[in-house]
């Protein structure tokens, strides 16, 4: 079992940056694929990075340039460095932490973070 917790969501300027964290409980977290997904309103939840145990990355074209995704795993910790927001990045963020067990996959999710980019 794994919790979640997302922080540093918030109000930002376009153009702006901001670092969320998602911090989790539990055990094996360096053994999880972890990523991060955001949603809006009436839209389904979509893929923003991910990083693999062994710390591969992969990022939407959305993302790729601008956001940074890290792993911390001595502190349990995955982070998403955003830079040079636009308003169209406005979502709720989430975390997710995946694995699989018996080729079944094993996903826990955070409860999510708003991340609004707006003058």
């Known amino acids: 079992q794994v919790q979640l917790v997302e922080s540093g969501g918030g109000l930002v300027q376009p153009g702006g940056s901001l670092r969320l964290s998602c911090a989790a409980s539990g055990s094996m977290f360096s053994i999880y694929t972890l990523g991060w997904y955001r949603q809006t309103p009436g839209k389904q939840r979509d893929l923003v990075a991910a990083?693999?145990?062994?710390?591969?990355?992969n990022y939407t074209d959305s993302a790729r340039g601008r956001f940074t995704i890290s792993r911390d795993n001595a502190k349990n910790t995955v982070y998403l460095q955003m830079n040079s927001l636009k308003p169209e990045d406005t979502a709720v963020y989430y975390c997710n932490a995946e694995r699989m067990v018996f080729d079944i996959p094993l996903k826990y999710w955070g409860p999510g973070t708003q991340v609004t980019v707006s003058s």
């Open positions: 990083i693999t145990s062994g710390g591969s990355t």
